[in-house]
Antibody
């Protein structure tokens, strides 16, 4: 049974840092692309970052570039998102998602239920 | 960046209705459009990938179509469990972008 379980969400002050984790099980984590997507309160889905199966390709949304870092530990089946210099507009539910690498097109077929990050003074 | 303009933003419908949601890309994106369903407190769910491919386990009442810049998600006969928010997504190039969502109520 495929599972993606996010953790690490919290209430923190602006300017501080937070690290999110996404524990994967039920599939071959090391063979799949991984992604972070967020949803601000009352808003739609926003793509945040992507990492290829081996970490060789990484992309970020402009809104987080230079502040957030995506990484993965294939030996622990875990995806991470290091978030620095947090701002109030980073407040959102953060979802991790996965995509197959053996296709010519990109889509997110596995998703977690999300972890809530609140940036407030 | 490629903008995905989704319409309508909300839609009132009844069980049994045929519903169509539209997404317009700001430039041609070939077949690189996906559709997701999202319910509050739940994980988003992939419905349609690469324009018109039905994800495994998704009922056949869901279908995707379109070409170039204009794309549609159609639910042929609305069921009670279909009331949710729907998003299109382009994966033609980064930054990956989602439509603004359609709240089906």
């Amino acid at each position: 049974q495929v599972q993606l379980v996010e953790s690490g969400g919290s209430v923190v002050q602006p300017g501080t840092s937070l690290r999110l984790s996404c524990a994967a099980s039920g599939f071959k984590f090391s063979s799949r692309g991984m992604h972070w997507v967020r949803q601000a309160p009352g808003k739609g889905l926003e793509w945040v970052a992507t990492m290829s199966f081996d970490g060789g390709k990484i992309h970020y949304a402009d809104s987080v570039k230079g502040r957030f870092t995506i990484s993965r530990d294939n030996s622990r089946n875990t995806l991470y998102l290091q978030m620095n210099a947090l701002r109030p507009d980073d407040t959102a539910i953060y979802f991790c998602a996965s995509s197959p690498e053996d296709t010519s097109t990109l889509f997110f077929d596995y998703w977690g239920q999300g972890t809530l990050v609140t940036i407030s003074s | 960046d490629i903008q995905m303009t989704q319409s309508p933003s909300s839609l009132s419908a009844s069980v049994g209705d045929r519903v169509t949601i539209t997404c317009r890309a700001s430039q041609p994106i070939s077949v690189y459009v996906n559709w997701y369903q999202h319910k509050p407190g739940k994980a988003p769910k992939l419905l349609i990938y690469t324009l018109s491919n039905l994800e495994s386990g998704v009922p056949s009442r869901f279908s995707g179509g379109g070409s170039g810049t204009d794309f549609t998600l159609t639910i042929s006969s609305l069921q009670p469990e279909d009331f949710a928010t729907y998003y299109c997504q382009q994966t033609y190039r980064t930054p990956l972008t989602f439509g603004g969502g359609t709240n089906l109520e």
